[in-house]
């Protein structure tokens, strides 16, 4: 199966930029897709095909894909932007999703 | 809006089948711009994607759950619905229902609605 590699924790300043890779062996070839999900809430799609941004998420969030290595950037971190956030490709060799294993924004 | 809910017993027994419903609201099960997935997260963990069907009844399934596995689709009543056999402890999670859009060349497949989730507790 593909396997998505997340840090387990990412850690910023309030007004800061977040950077939270996910790693995959030629991810650049995918599309990706990131969810954030705070305590006791379902996960909400934030970001989709690499870069696009759903209706209602804020501009501070972006996402890039490239080589073995895609990216979600949040801009002026604000502390509502503490929670889990995790990577998604849809594996075309498989016929599944696969998802990375979550990485916790903790905003100091 | 699109709305999805997850429904069905909150406790199953070891070896027994836990079956769940989600029932989408706001929207029909029956486009064809969509497909219906299960996914799951025990506690304190990442999520696990189960398995997607389209209205259809065409299914991909997870391949380490694949053997236990049923998804089925109910138009009449705008649900779908998961059975997986054989519980263990290890299957205990929070279980959501979640839409995802059909893309073209099947590039890509995300989840751009969720249902709130359901806890299920397998129990010995």
């Known amino acids: 199966s593909y396997v998505l590699t997340q840090p387990a924790s990412v850690s910023v300043a309030p007004g800061e930029t977040a950077r939270i890779p996910c790693g995959g062996k030629?991810?650049?070839?995918?599309?990706v897709n990131w969810y954030q999900q705070k305590p006791g809430q379902a996960p909400v799609l934030v970001i989709h095909?690499?870069?696009d941004r759903p209706s209602g998420i804020p501009e501070r969030f972006s996402g890039s894909n490239s080589g073995n290595t895609a990216t979600l950037t949040i801009s002026r971190v604000e502390a509502g932007d503490e929670a889990d956030y995790y990577c998604?490709?849809?594996?075309?060799?498989?016929?599944?999703?696969?998802f990375g294993e979550g990485t916790k924004l903790t905003v100091l | 809006q699109v709305h999805l809910q997850e429904s069905g017993p909150g406790l199953v027994k070891s070896s027994q089948t836990l079956s769940l419903t989600c029932t989408v609201s706001?929207?029909?099960?029956?486009?064809?711009?969509?497909?219906w997935s299960w996914i799951r997260q025990p506690a304190g963990k990442g999520l696990e994607w189960i398995g997607r069907?389209?209205?259809?009844?065409?299914?991909n399934y997870n391949p380490s759950l694949k053997s236990r596995l049923n998804i089925l689709v109910d138009t009449s009543k705008n649900q779908f619905s998961l059975k997986l056999s054989s519980v263990t402890a290890a299957d205990t999670a929070m279980y959501y229902c979640?839409?995802?859009?059909?893309?073209?060349?099947?590039?890509?497949?995300?989840?751009?609605?969720w249902g709130q989730g359901t806890l299920v507790t397998v129990s010995s």
């Open positions: 979640a839409r995802g859009p059909v893309v073209p060349a099947a590039l890509t497949n995300y989840f751009d609605f």
């Open positions: 706001g929207g029909s099960i029956s486009s064809d711009s969509y497909y």
């Open positions: 069907i389209y209205t259809s009844g065409s299914t």
């Open positions: 030629n991810i650049g070839s995918k599309s």
């Open positions: 095909y690499d870069t």
């Open positions: 998604q490709v849809w594996d075309s060799t498989t016929d599944h999703v696969e």
